[in-house]
């Protein structure tokens, strides 16, 4: 989903260096589709939205989905403004970052946009999106085991806590030492500790990548 909202963002970005109207890159923003997606709409802002428009995308403002949409907000960070015919998501410095309405939904990124989808207009619903806005411990539950890379992220500090490196560091720290003074031993853990950390800062980083 990522790819085909990058290009679409990327040639919004590459119109409006041009100097082309907003009118216009909406007349002329190609359509593009992934897996049940269509970037086809194109609202501009700081940060522009990119949304998709379809008669099947159903959505009304009443109290029950407004709650919905709000709980789906609070757990990425978001407040939300209901309007009559909409529901706006901010981030903290009052952007508006998603929009929710009948027939369209836009977004500033990505992972926003493929969330809402999936989550709040049941587009190629996972197990993940099915869980989300459920109730209770058990669909908490539920959701972390459904949640594989929070799961691998658990592993890895599973392994880390478990690391040889890791204890032989503390053992730098409580082990006195006929040969070398304390403080060596202290500066010793303590290096073994960061180059520790780093390296699973480093593999998250190359294997689980932020995504907005």
């Known amino acids: 989903m990522s790819e085909v909202f990058s290009k679409a963002l990327n040639y919004v970005e590459e119109q409006k260096k041009k100097g082309v109207s907003d009118a216009e890159i909406q007349g002329k923003l190609p359509q593009l589709k992934e897996g049940g997606f269509t970037v086809n709409k194109y609202l501009p802002g700081s940060p522009p939205l990119l949304g998709m428009e379809a008669p099947t995308l159903k ?16 757990r990425r960070g978001y407040t939300v403004k209901t309007a009559s015919d909409e529901v706006i ?3 903290k410095n009052g952007n508006t970052v998603a929009i929710v309405r009948n027939g369209m939904f836009a977004a500033a990124f990505p ?3 493929e969330d809402i989808g999936k989550v709040i207009y049941g587009i ?13 411990w058990e ?25 040889p490196i890791l204890w032989i560091a503390i053992a730098l720290f409580i082990t006195p030492s006929l040969v070398f003074p304390r403080e060596m031993l202290i500066i010793l853990g303590v290096v073994t500790l960061a180059l520790t950390a780093y390296l699973v800062k480093m593999y998250l980083r190359e294997n689980f990548p932020k995504q907005k």
């Open 124 to 136: 190629a619903r996972d197990l993940k999106a099915e869980l989300e806005l459920a109730d209770g």
């Open 111 to 113: 992972k926003l946009f």
């Open 139 to 163: 669909a908490a539950v539920a959701r972390l085991l459904a949640d594989r890379e929070l799961l691998d992220k658990l592993l890895v500090a599973v392994f880390f806590l478990l690391s």
């Open 89 to 91: 998501l901010m981030d």
């Open 59 to 74: 959505f009304e403002v009443n109290p029950d989905n407004v709650k919905l949409v709000e709980k789906f907000a609070k």
